[in-house]
């Protein structure tokens, strides 16, 4: 089949290192189907499926499956993440050598959702994780300073009565886990940076020459924390949205190549965990099929980034974090490709309602946005196409 491309921009298929998919055990909310679909429609052809699942992703016998499943609907390339401990706030460490040599070929693994506060177990973590060559993704939250936090510590979150959540909650981690990551010789990951001081730190940290990444979220580069006045608990989140400060600060960043990439931390939440008051309101929203359209609106359209930038932040830097060798690099000719197309002009606006996830807490609902994803193909077949994904199942095995 010719497809003709004329007036659109291909990209190298999106990688997303932050998803969350909810399977096994909150299927209700998203399954490694209708999220691969979502992946899909948002121009992924790989995503990291985050450990915070129940049971958590702490065994082979856990994150072989969801490679599995993810094979089976052949939508997307899921790539389990491993939890850092056993168990949630686990206090031993976890086997992450059989979910490195497993099928499933566990590459990133994660205290996201898990939450490792002791430094010196997470300081064991990032020798295991040398010795094995795989990166570590650095939730980056110091529990301690974030009980019973709701919103970003500021102005905004006094005047409305919301328990703040402080920078350097995130900071004295990232500070932390730079310095352990050194010592160890490891490689840190810091997933959704969201303050102007975790960026000086990257740049502290990168300049030391220390294996330090970095990601930031579509929701960090254009919300801040006005949008709480409403009080609409689809606009929790962890991290908090911060200030606008910090938006622009993070946007300089990602241009600049401090933070490497965007990652979406695709969160799906049921409706009734999302429809309480704030405060009792799940942390967490969808990001999948609407990331490329913020980063175009925040970053090619702003100027910040030319679209070959976007390559980079969307595929290239993801693939390279992960060590993947099979995405984000100059394909040969006559090789099936992972490739996106984006129509940077189509104009449409998101209605909830419509997306391919089970979950509906998105916060960009009813925003008009240009840029849209208009095809996605995996080795070479089509898994979206103007709007509709494959069926599951007919897509292309690793
Ligand atoms: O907002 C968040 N939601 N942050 C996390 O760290 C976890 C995630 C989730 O699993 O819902
Ligand atoms: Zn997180
Ligand atoms: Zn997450």
Redesign the pocket.
């Known amino acids: 089949e010719i497809i003709d491309g004329g007036g659109r921009v291909l990209l190298p298929g999106f990688v997303d290192l932050h998803t969350?998919l909810?399977e096994p055990g909150r299927e209700d909310t998203e399954t490694i189907e209708s999220g691969s679909a979502a992946a899909a429609l948002g121009g992924y052809t790989a995503v990291f499926a985050?450990a915070?699942t129940s049971p958590v992703a702490d065994s082979a016998v856990v994150t072989d499956h969801v490679y599995r499943r993810g094979q089976e609907v052949g939508l997307v390339d899921v790539h389990p993440v491993g939890a850092v401990t056993v168990g949630l706030k686990g206090e031993k460490l976890a086997e992450m050598g059989m979910m490195a040599a497993g099928p499933g070929r566990v590459r990133i693994f994660s205290d996201?959702?898990v939450?490792v506060a002791d430094p010196l177990l997470m300081r064991r973590a990032l020798e295991y994780s040398a010795s094995l060559g795989v990166v570590i993704a650095q939730?980056a939250?110091e529990p301690r300073l974030t009980r019973g936090a709701v919103a970003h510590e500021g102005p905004e979150a006094a005047r409305l009565g919301l328990t703040g959540w402080p920078r350097a909650a995130e900071e004295a981690i990232v500070a932390r886990d730079a310095l352990l990551a050194r010592d160890a010789g490891a490689r840190v990951h810091i997933?959704?940076a969201s303050t102007a001081g975790t960026v000086e730190l990257l740049q502290w940290a990168k300049g030391q020459g220390i294996a330090i990444t970095a990601e930031v979220t579509p929701h960090h580069l254009l919300l801040d924390d006005s949008r709480l006045q409403t009080y609409d608990a689809v606009n929790?989140?962890?991290?908090p949205l911060r200030e606008a400060s910090d938006v622009a600060a993070l946007r300089k960043a990602l241009r600049d190549g401090v933070i490497d990439c965007v990652a979406t931390?695709h969160?799906?939440?049921a409706e009734q965990d999302k429809c309480c008051e704030f405060a009792a309101a799940?942390?967490?929203?969808l990001g999948l099929e609407t990331a490329l359209a913020i980063v175009a609106q925040v970053s090619v359209e702003t100027g910040d980034l030319s679209w070959r930038d976007v390559a980079r932040v969307m595929s290239e830097k993801p693939a390279q974090i992960a060590r993947l060798d099979d995405q984000g690099r100059p394909i040969g000719v006559g090789e099936p490709a992972n490739l996106t197309l984006v129509d940077p002009d189509l104009g449409w606006t998101v209605r909830a309602d419509e997306l391919a996830s089970r979950s509906r807490n998105t916060p960009f609902a009813e925003l008009s946005f240009k840029a849209k994803p208009v095809l996605t193909v995996l080795r070479g077949r089509v898994t979206a196409r103007d709007g509709v994904a494959a069926q599951p199942g007919t897509g292309v095995r690793a």
């Open positions: 969350h909810r985050m915070n996201d959702g939450c939730h939250e997933c959704h929790r989140v962890n991290p931390d969160a799906p939440h799940r942390p967490g929203m």
